[in-house]
Structure formats: structure tokens, C-alpha cells
């Protein structure tokens, strides 16, 4: 059974960065190589909806929202099989439910579009 939990604090001052760890059980990052699945990050508010963030492949290739590719980056440890998003210069526009997510597409805005979710972490950035 492949779990997703993502860990990260639930409030933030503003100008400050966003660290958040998603550990994955029951499944590989980084296997079976050959084929393509990716690990997202996602967030979630009554403003904007669903929306995507970025993603880390089996591979270890990133890519990140156009939007956010100047404040958002997203690694990965392999040994403890976790990957890491984070947000800097983060400002209340930031404030969010923030999911990480696993499945065979990236981009999309639905949750039907990927095969597993983390329970979803509260972020409020305020100073």
C-alpha cells in the first residue's frame, strides 16, 4: 500500500522560505526506472482552487510552474526516500493547503489525476 505524508510547519512569517518533506512508503522514488511516474507537489485554497506546483521524476529531473519556477525548488533524498519542496520569499498569497502527490502525469488540477495523495498540510504564512 503506497502511503504519501507530507511534514513541514504550519505557519510561516512572511519573506521567509517554505520547507516541506513529503515521505513516500510502500513505493520507490527512483524505481522502476524505465518507467515514467513523477512525485508533485500541489496546493489547494478557496481563492485559487487546485494548483500545481511541480514535480520530481524516477529520474531525478524537476520542473516547477512557470509561475513559481523563480521561487520554488524541489529535491529529493533517495535514502529516505523523501522529496522536498521548497518556497521562498513566501508572502500570504502563499497561504494554502499543500499536497504532495504521486502518479504517472504532472500539471494537471484534479485530483482524479493522480494515483496518491498526502493528507494535505496546512501552511498560513503571517507574521
Known amino acids: 500500500q503506497v502511503q504519501l505524508q507530507e511534514s513541514g510547519p504550519g505557519l510561516v512569517k512572511p519573506s521567509e522560505t517554505l520547507s516541506l518533506t513529503c515521505t513516500v512508503s510502500?513505493?520507490?522514488?527512483?524505481?522502476?526506472?524505465?518507467?515514467?511516474?513523477?512525485w508533485n507537489w500541489l496546493r489547494q485554497s478557496p481563492e485559487k482552487g487546485l494548483e500545481w506546483i511541480g514535480y520530481i521524476a524516477r529520474n531525478g529531473k524537476t520542473y516547477i510552474h512557470p509561475l513559481l519556477n523563480d521561487r520554488a525548488f524541489i529535491s529529493r533524498d533517495t535514502a529516505k526516500n523523501q522529496f522536498t519542496l521548497q518556497l521562498h520569499s513566501i508572502t500570504p498569497d502563499d497561504t494554502a493547503v499543500y499536497y504532495c502527490?504521486?502518479?504517472?502525469?504532472?500539471?494537471?488540477?484534479?485530483?482524479?489525476?493522480?494515483?496518491?495523495w498526502s493528507p494535505g498540510t496546512q501552511v498560513t504564512v503571517s507574521s
Open positions: 510502500g513505493a520507490s522514488l527512483t524505481s522502476p526506472s524505465g518507467h515514467r511516474y513523477y
Open positions: 502527490a504521486g502518479g504517472n502525469d504532472f500539471g494537471r488540477e484534479s485530483r482524479g489525476d493522480y494515483d496518491y
